[in-house]
């Protein structure tokens, strides 16, 4: 009997056909989902029961989900590295094993990240914009040579971070409490990184980057507090997930010159609502949570999600 497989990756999505060929040639029945961004603990109910495996996106996989698809689930294949959306701990206890990519998109996500860095503290798309209006500004930057990179997060991300702003000339602070406890980094290139508590990073930062998962624990880890330590001429990158950053606080920040820009590819709630006022204020640079979109990882993580998806079929 064909096995049954659940599809609500959006990035497999958009390649419907190839995935359907490729699965179809494994002996697999794949149903595609309709998908916007991810599906709600609502929309995943309507399909329980249905399915021998699931290749899955950002889908709120709570434990009622997850029961509600058991006993007939044999496990999920995650498309991509972060797997914050899926109640792990009721994964565990269900016995519903979670196989993702982790550290795929270390490169393509560190290139974005001192894409905005370069952005914000050159002006880039300051001039850009003012350029075709017919302008021709001369804004003074402050660059990145010299200053201060403060990482949250010192995992495959964050490291690529920060090789790349070492290149530029930075100095490297991390908040990594994990992996300060075993010591830090002892060897290569970012041996010298120096580790330190949350509270000094922000306010010695020139800028403050995050690439860290999301958890329970650290939602809203840069709020009103943080904010005002920084400093007024530094930035906040945000390519880890949105919920990291109190964006109520950070627009109250940015509204009142208290840091000088910021750089995200990640929100609170996305799509970004058309009424947000972080699609009006200058000095802030917008992504689609596409930092990740770099063709090679891409390929990479559709291989070995198909290759995940085959380990939890038996095959």
Same mark, same amino acid.
């Given at each position: ?18 995935? /359907? ?16 961004q991810f599906l709600s603990e609502e929309q995943c109910l309507q399909y329980a029961g249905r399915f021998d495996a699931w290749l ?9 989900? !997850?029961?509600?698809? !058991? ?8 498309w991509g590295t972060g797997v914050d959306s899926i109640d792990l701990a009721a994964a565990r206890e269900l016995q519903v094993p ?74 490297? !602070? ?49 709020? /009103? ?44 709630? /996305? ?14 640079? !917008? ?27 038996g095959q």
């Amino acid at each position: 009997m064909s096995k049954q497989v659940l599809v609500s990756s959006l990035m497999m999505l958009k390649e419907r056909a190839r995935f /359907e060929s490729e699965m179809a040639a494994k002996g697999w029945t794949p149903v595609f989902a309709d998908v916007d961004q991810f599906l709600s603990e609502e929309q995943c109910l309507q399909y329980a029961g249905r399915f021998d495996a699931w290749l899955a996106g950002d889908d709120r996989i709570t434990r009622n989900v !997850l029961s509600a698809f !058991l006993p007939r689930l044999k496990g999920i294949a995650k498309w991509g590295t972060g797997v914050d959306s899926i109640d792990l701990a009721a994964a565990r206890e269900l016995q519903v094993p979670v196989l993702n990519t982790a550290g795929a998109f270390s490169e393509a996500v560190s290139e974005v990240a001192l894409g905005y860095m370069l952005m914000l503290t050159r002006h880039l798309l300051e001039v850009d914009r003012a350029v075709r209006n017919g302008e021709w500004p001369k804004p003074c930057g402050l660059g990145l040579y010299g200053r201060v990179c403060g990482l949250i997060g010192f995992g495959a991300i964050g490291q690529g971070i920060a090789r790349r702003a070492k290149g530029c000339g930075m100095s490297i !602070l991390a908040y990594d409490p994990p992996l300060r406890a075993k010591g830090g980094v002892k060897d290569g290139p970012l041996a010298e990184t120096e580790f330190v508590d949350l509270n000094r990073l922000v306010a010695e930062s020139d800028i403050v980057c995050l690439a860290c998962n999301l958890t329970p624990e650290n939602r809203h880890m840069i709020g /009103e507090k943080q904010l005002k330590a920084m400093k007024n001429d530094a930035i906040l990158v945000n390519v880890g997930r949105g919920p990291l950053v109190d964006e109520t606080a950070l627009i109250a920040a940015l509204t009142a010159g208290e840091i000088a820009g910021a750089g995200l590819d990640v929100f609170e709630v /996305e799509p970004l609502p058309a009424g947000s006022p972080l699609r009006r204020l200058p000095h802030v640079v !917008l992504g689609s949570h596409n930092a990740n979109n770099l063709h090679s990882a891409v390929e990479y993580v559709h291989s070995n999600t198909m290759n995940n998806l085959a380990r939890i079929l038996g095959q």
